[in-house]
């Protein structure tokens, strides 16, 4: 080491040999090579330095591209149902086991491992017309997982009955999902149906355990907290669609017709609708739609 390097220069270069970050180790060595005097006694070590500055550059280039690469989409939510579920709720509270039950197959990974699910997980299946999407929602309640909820018209609060003040837990959790998304259906897993007090299925909560699983009567209560009909279509004499068209309540033909096609509606002559328990009515484009509604439309 050339003895003519004042003190400030020694401190510098162990504040660079400390520094934690990288970005800190890159902008300090940086400083360091620009207060190191430029002569032929200090060639070799301006370029050992220069070295150094150019290895932590390419690490830190390389985190970059890899934080990109995995950060991006992670935690991205492409809604792909006619109605998205987000799933909350405190690690191993049985987010996983709950969105298999609906669907009605071991899709997710289930374990007593906590934190197994790391990454939003969609799960989609068709159920009396309507293309569920529901997500599991990591429980790390970040702003970035907590963000998927922005795309969902309903959220699940699952919480594990057999842990602490279930009210309190509900509460908080409400908290954090309310600002992105307004809509909250509270869910308790009894697990192996214990009893849990002040807790009964009601309007505002709804208990499940593998002995009790009532699959039809969530579903239907998710679907009416969507705030959302759905509209079975059918071509004159021919079948009911499978799937239908899900629009906001309040719907007329005319939405259902832009929803299936902008030219649709051009070449739209009338519909006759199919209400269940009522007769078939013969409607134009103002007519407002109800949930199972079916659509004949005639066009020109
Ligand atoms: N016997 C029984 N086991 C259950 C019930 N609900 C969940 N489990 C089990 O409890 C464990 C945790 O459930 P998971 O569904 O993995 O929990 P999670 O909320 O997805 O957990 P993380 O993704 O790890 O945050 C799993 O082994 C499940 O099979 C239940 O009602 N009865
Ligand atoms: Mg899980």
Same mark, same amino acid.
């Given at each position: 080491?050339?003895?003519?390097?004042?003190?400030?220069?020694?401190?510098?270069?162990?504040?660079?040999?400390?520094?934690?970050?990288?970005?800190?180790?890159?902008?300090?060595?940086?400083?360091? @090579?620009?207060?190191?005097?430029?002569?032929?006694? %200090?060639?070799?070590?301006?370029? /050992?330095?220069?070295?150094?500055?150019?290895?932590?550059?390419?690490?830190?280039?390389?985190?970059?591209?890899?934080?990109?690469?995995?950060?991006?989409?992670?935690?991205?939510? /492409?809604?792909? &149902?006619?109605?998205?579920?987000?799933?909350?709720?405190?690690?191993?509270?049985?987010?996983?086991?709950? @969105?298999?039950?609906?669907?009605?197959?071991?899709?997710? /990974?289930?374990?007593?491992?906590?934190? %197994?699910? %790391?990454?939003?997980?969609?799960?989609?299946?068709?159920?009396?017309?309507?293309?569920?999407?529901?997500?599991?929602?990591? $429980?790390?309640?970040?702003?970035?997982?907590? &963000?998927?909820? %922005?795309?969902?018209?309903?959220?699940?609060?699952?919480?594990?009955?057999?842990?602490?003040?279930?009210?309190?837990?509900?509460?908080?959790?409400?908290?954090?999902?309310?600002?992105?998304?307004?809509?909250?259906?509270?869910?308790?897993?009894?697990?192996?149906?214990?009893?849990?007090?002040?807790?009964?299925?009601? $309007?505002?909560?709804?208990?499940?355990?593998?002995?009790?699983?009532?699959?039809?009567?969530?579903?239907?209560?998710?679907?009416?907290?969507?705030?959302? @009909?759905?509209?079975?279509?059918?071509?004159? &004499?021919?079948?009911?669609?499978?799937?239908?068209?899900?629009?906001?309540? &309040?719907?007329?033909?005319?939405?259902?017709?832009?929803?299936?096609?902008?030219?649709?509606?051009?070449?739209?002559?009338?519909?006759?609708?199919?209400?269940?328990? $009522?007769?078939?009515?013969?409607?134009?484009?103002?007519?407002?739609? /109800?949930?199972?509604?079916?659509?004949?439309?005639?066009?020109?």
């Amino acid at each position: 080491m050339p003895a003519n390097l004042p003190r400030e220069w020694y401190l510098l270069e162990e504040k660079v040999r400390e520094a934690k970050s990288l970005q800190e180790k890159v902008s300090l060595l940086e400083k360091l @090579i620009g207060m190191t005097p430029k002569h032929k006694g %200090t060639e070799n070590l301006l370029a /050992e330095l220069r070295k150094r500055l150019s290895k932590y550059r390419r690490e830190l280039e390389r985190k970059k591209k890899v934080g990109r690469a995995t950060s991006e989409p992670k935690f991205k939510v /492409e809604k792909c &149902g006619s109605v998205v579920v987000g799933v909350v709720g405190f690690t191993n509270c049985g987010k996983s086991w709950f @969105i298999n039950k609906l669907c009605g197959r071991k899709v997710l /990974e289930e374990s007593p491992r906590e934190f %197994t699910t %790391t990454l939003p997980k969609s799960v989609v299946f068709l159920h009396e017309g309507i293309r569920f999407q529901l997500v599991e929602i990591p $429980s790390f309640f970040t702003p970035e997982a907590l &963000g998927c909820l %922005t795309v969902c018209d309903l959220v699940v609060i699952l919480l594990d009955g057999r842990k602490g003040n279930l009210a309190s837990q509900a509460a908080e959790l409400r908290r954090m999902v309310e600002r992105y998304c307004s809509n909250v259906l509270v869910v308790v897993n009894a697990f192996d149906g214990r009893e849990i007090k002040g807790c009964e299925n009601g $309007s505002a909560v709804l208990k499940v355990s593998s002995e009790e699983f009532e699959r039809e009567l969530i579903l239907e209560r998710m679907w009416k907290l969507c705030g959302k @009909i759905r509209v079975f279509t059918k071509p004159p &004499g021919g079948r009911v669609s499978e799937e239908a068209i899900v629009v906001e309540k &309040g719907s007329t033909v005319k939405d259902v017709l832009e929803e299936l096609s902008e030219r649709m509606v051009e070449t739209f002559r009338f519909a006759r609708v199919y209400t269940k328990g $009522s007769m078939v009515k013969r409607v134009g484009l103002d007519y407002e739609l /109800e949930d199972r509604d079916i659509l004949e439309i005639h066009a020109r």
